[in-house]
């Protein structure tokens, strides 16, 4: 590796990184791929030629880690700079989570903004839905994209078969929804419109963008013309799309003549799905069926931290100014390492309290010596330290107590085919000792000593939401005059004439734009089950899942002159219910 730290002199440290305009930075996290899913760290079905040449351009991270082995802590982990138990978010957040990234957390894109920078995240966040822990609080000036995944979905159910009770997927511009449900097909392309917009609209300050694209995490699904691209299926398709997003993002730093002073930093936030994930498939059919045949350098995948597969994936970095073209590092690094480098790129400084994991990565991207190479790499499941790397020795803990440890040589078995502990008594000491020393982290208690903080909770988050019949009814009719104008028909009336988004169309759209959990009242076509009685909250069972009526009560209960409400009969025609908003349909 060359070094080339004379071109990096403009910006060095302090008051010379002060005087001068620092670098723009934008962080590309991939959602759940492979490391050996793309093309320059060797997949021959996936094509990805924008990503290949950022690694020709730059410099390939060969011993790279996802701080965790799923989505949350690892945006937890890169956005502050350590573990995520040491900010209590060390498991996946769902849309009935009461916690989310405290306020208290200093992110990078806070120590950025004090520095003068614009900054945006694009796409996915997954640090908690509530207004108060959305990005727009955390420091990022713009946020475009959906408060957690893609699959986080009405019809996810419980391990009993009942609804989870998750809305419909929202899309936010800032805090306020600009679409619900999410078009989830057409999400890919509109973001990277967006972070093209950005970089257009921010070129003549230093900014930072974070873009955390969804199509690669199940259900794998995009827009048309990315269709059947690739020889990898619905999965390889998606890779191939976000590499055409890459490829635009590029173009539009170039377009604005920021290619030589932007560092660009590619990763994924975990492994891939490699086991059949069946209620997934249920939903989305093909979108979210994994090819388990898809064989991989690495062991095991997604959800698992003991193993490779889970959290190894491809890095890569790219700053023309400062890192060797074509240049590549097996140093143990990990994605909360970013935080420490970005604020050193900046000039910013990473307060010394609390304690935090990571370290400036900028002496290795100038292709200088490591003078202090990490030690050690622990990793986690929930609250539980599993494995942990040494130099090229890996140790993973039994998932039974009574189990045994294993041991791997990465260096000559990378793929943890061979356990070979047994002939290494010593390295397998030594590295228990390190377990044991991290499991401190483990126990799931705030303690300022060990710098490990709690969670942010909402003081109180309902389960279900109780509305009095009047609200539903006020709310009903904004949803129809939403929905009409834009789907040009109001549910089967004359005017409108009735199509394959007439009744049931509507019916479902009206369903999701009530409020979350029990609404009360039988006209809008959410009715208890038999023998409950009447005073109890309609429209939801035990779990607070809201029933949608069958179709032909439901219309009959729509079918009433908009000037009587809710409708004294269910014996109107649609078409006179419909006279109500016809204006809005012509």
């Known amino acids: 590796m060359h070094s080339r730290s004379h071109r ?94 405290a306020d208290a957390e200093v992110t990078i894109a806070e120590l950025l903004r004090e520095r003068g920078y614009a900054t945006a995240l694009v796409g996915k966040w997954h640090l908690g839905h509530h207004p108060e822990f959305l990005p727009t609080r955390h420091g990022f000036d713009e946020f475009f994209g959906i408060p957690y995944p893609n699959d986080h979905v009405p019809e996810r159910l419980d391990k009993d078969g009942k609804s989870r009770g998750f809305p419909p997927m929202p899309l936010l511009r800032g805090e306020e929804i600009v679409e619900q449900p999410a078009q989830m097909a057409t999400l890919p392309d509109r973001f990277t419109d967006a972070a093209v917009a950005f970089i257009a609209a921010t070129k003549d300050k230093p900014f930072y963008l974070q873009y955390s694209n969804i199509e690669t995490h199940t259900p794998w699904l995009t827009s048309r013309p990315h269709h059947g691209k690739s020889r990898a299926g619905v999965y390889g398709d998606a890779v191939q799309c976000l590499d055409w997003s890459v490829a635009r993002i590029v173009q539009a730093l170039a377009d604005a003549g920021l290619t030589e002073r932007t560092l660009i930093v590619f990763q994924s936030d975990n492994g891939p799905l490699v086991h059949e994930y069946p209620e997934l ?59 420490h480098t970005f604020a050193a790129v900046a ?146 009336c004359a005017t409108c004439k009735p199509d394959v988004r007439s009744w049931e169309t509507l019916r479902r759209q009206v369903h999701a734009r009530l409020p979350p959990g029990r609404v009360g009242l039988r006209a809008v076509g959410f009715y208890p089950r038999a023998g409950r009685a009447r005073s109890r909250l309609s429209g939801s069972d035990s779990s607070g899942a809201r029933r949608l009526l069958p179709l032909r009560r439901w219309r009959q209960a729509f079918s009433a002159s908009s000037t009587t409400w809710p409708p004294p009969t269910p014996t109107t025609t649609a078409s006179t219910w419909c006279s109500g908003v016809r204006t809005a349909c012509s």
């Open 347 to 492: 000039g910013a400084t990473v307060p010394q309290e609390p304690a935090r994991d990571g370290r400036s990565l900028l002496p290795l991207l100038r292709g200088e010596p490591d003078l202090a190479p990490r030690d050690h790499l622990v990793f986690w499941e929930g609250w539980r330290a599993v494995a942990v790397r040494a130099g090229d020795w890996k140790l993973v803990a039994p998932r039974k107590a009574d189990g045994a440890f294993e041991l791997f040589d990465l260096r000559t078995d990378p793929g943890e085919r061979q356990d070979v502990a047994a002939g290494h008594p010593d390295v397998v000491a030594r590295l228990q000792a390190l377990l044991a020393a991290a499991s401190a982290l483990g126990d799931g208690k705030p303690d300022r000593r060990l710098g490990r903080r709690g969670a942010a909770t909402v003081d109180a988050v309902p389960r279900v939401a109780v509305h009095s019949a009047e609200q539903c009814v006020a709310r009903v009719r904004r949803s129809i005059a939403a929905i009409v104008p834009t789907q040009r028909t109001c549910g089967g």
């Open 8 to 101: 990096f002199l403009p910006f060095l440290f302090g008051a010379a990184l002060a005087a001068q305009r620092p670098p723009n930075i934008v962080h590309i996290i991939a959602d759940d791929i492979a490391w050996d899913d793309l093309g320059c760290f060797g997949a021959t079905d996936i094509a990805t030629p924008a990503i290949d040449d950022l690694a020709r351009r730059g410099m390939r991270l060969t011993s790279f880690y996802a701080p965790h082995s799923t989505c949350t802590p690892t945006r937890a982990a890169i956005l502050t700079g350590g573990y995520a138990q040491r900010v209590s978010l060390p498991q996946v957040l769902f849309p009935n989570s009461p916690i989310g990234l």
């Open 281 to 339: 498939e249920r939903i989305y059919g093909h979108a979210a069926a994994v090819d388990t045949t898809r064989q991989h350098a690495l062991r095991e995948g997604k959800y698992q931290s003991r193993h490779e597969g889970g959290c190894r994936v491809a890095g890569i970095a790219v700053w023309p100014e400062v890192i060797a073209a074509g240049s590549q590092s097996d140093a143990l690094l990990a994605g909360f390492d970013w935080y």
